[in-house]
């Protein structure tokens, strides 16, 4: 589905990443670890085609990322749900609005998405926030929405970016059930972390593997979870 082969990054002549080979597979759950500023986001980035590589092959859905056009590109990231870090929401719309943003923005008739968007919305634990504003819900509910945001249009691959930086821990633990549930409806899961418990607590609930960045490669970090 997502394949990195050989990849590098490079910013202002310094290479962040080297050498990276990396294959994401249908129904597949990873964590990818190491600690700020080893290129957690950056590797993210590559993966739903927002960044393109200094040098390697990046394939989405075996399609090379650097010979797509604008609109292939579009088109493949719409298989793609992304949960970024900062949520990036609209403050003057409502949490329903923001969800449906991915719809709009595909020019989709939300309108025909009602039943669909409380469907959603309750099963990341909202149904009670739809016309709340983002500034209103709390660190936990922003979270769970962008997660309901990333899967409106049903992707097939979910990328998680620290999603659990900023809640406490029993609400990391939620929103790691609901990724979980994700992977098991067949969903391929990408999660970037540096919280190690996150990972642990993930063993009794899904097969996962572990990655970790290290001096700007990505390494098997063990074995299975």
């Given amino acids: ?5 050989n990849v590098s990054q490079n910013y ?30 950056t590797m993210m980035k590559l993966c ?26 579009a088109n493949t990231r719409r298989r793609i749900g992304v949960v970024h870090q900062d949520c990036q929401f609209l403050d003057h719309l409502t949490l329903a609005e923001n969800v449906l943003l991915p719809l709009t923005v595909a020019g989709r008739d939300t309108g025909a998405e009602a039943q669909n968007l409380k469907d959603l919305l309750g099963w990341v634990g909202l149904g009670a926030q739809t016309h709340a504003r983002p500034p209103q819900l709390s660190g936990g509910e922003r979270q769970r929405a962008a997660l309901a945001r990333a899967v409106i249009m049903d992707p097939e691959v979910i990328l998680a970016d620290e999603p659990t930086g ?5 609400m990391s633990l939620r929103l790691l059930q609901l990724l979980t549930e994700l992977n098991r409806m067949g969903k391929t899961v990408l999660i970037a972390t ?17 990655l970790r960045i290290k001096d700007r490669r990505v390494q098997l970090a063990g074995a299975d979870l």
Avoid: C
């Avoid at 859905?61 to 797509?68: C, G, H, Q, S």
């Fill in 1 to 5: 589905m997502i394949d990195l082969e």
């Fill in 12 to 41: 202002g002549g310094d290479e962040l990443l080297s050498g990276v080979s990396l294959r994401l597979a249908p129904g597949s759950f990873h964590f990818l670890t190491g600690p700020s500023g080893a290129g957690k986001t």
């Fill in 48 to 73: 739903y085609g927002q960044l393109l590589p200094s040098t390697g092959s990046v394939r989405l859905f075996d399609k090379e990322v650097t010979a797509m056009d604008r609109d292939m590109v």
């Fill in 166 to 170: 900023n809640i406490d821990w029993d």
């Fill in 194 to 210: 540096h919280d190690l418990n996150l990972i642990r607590a993930a063993k009794s609930q899904v097969a996962a593997r572990v």
